[in-house]
């Protein structure tokens, strides 16, 4: 994973709402995900497999906890093209599960990425396992066979943090 704490200056602006003494923003690529995102702390990397629409996958996973929020980006490779719209359905699907709640959908572009049907960004309100509220923002999109979460989940999440969070996503050329 290649961090550098350099300030892009399209990125700036944004950066500037965003600032908070517990949001560190820097600039992260985790090594073979296809691109490079800002996360306000320092990602840790995760994998496991997991039985998604009845396919064996390796999920691979960076994320971190910075202001009472989680931030994670989790990446897996659909095994053929007929896959992709199946699979990132269940990851939408999953995400609004996990914490029980309903989601509003609304419209998620990242520049480079391969159109599919089921690339959205959600709001989900929901709980946790202890009965806790939470809100979870998760954005969906695909490269090719690669398919991708974004996610910023907490009791409060600033909605400052979750539009840099989300709109530094950049897929990096092959």
């Not at 800002?38 to 840790?44: E, G, I, N, Q």
């Not at 996958?57 to 980006?73: E, H, I, K, W, Y």
């Not at 199946?86 to 959908?105: D, F, H, M, Y």
Request: proline share 7%; hydrophobic share 45%.
């Amino acid at each position: 994973m290649r961090i550098s704490r350099g300030w892009s200056v399209a990125v700036f602006p944004a950066m500037l709402v965003a600032c908070s003494p517990s949001l560190d923003w820097r600039d992260v690529r985790p090594q073979d995900s296809g691109v490079t995102m800002l996360f306000p702390c320092r990602p840790d990397p995760h994998e496991r497999s997991v039985r998604m629409a009845a396919v064996d996958l390796r999920m691979q996973m960076v994320s971190c906890n910075a202001a009472g929020a989680t931030f994670s980006l989790v990446y897996v490779d659909a095994p053929q093209a007929a896959q992709g719209a199946p699979l990132l359905a269940e990851l939408r699907a999953r995400a609004a599960a996990n914490v029980g709640g309903t989601a509003v959908a609304r419209t998620f572009l990242v520049p480079g990425a391969t159109p599919n049907e089921q690339s959205a960004a959600l709001r989900i309100e929901g709980r946790l396992p202890d009965g806790r509220r939470v809100i979870e923002h998760a954005a969906f999109f695909a490269r090719g066979l690669r398919l991708y979460q974004v996610t910023a989940i907490g009791e409060t999440v600033s909605p400052d943090a979750v539009e840099t969070f989300f709109g530094a996503v950049k897929v990096v050329p092959a």
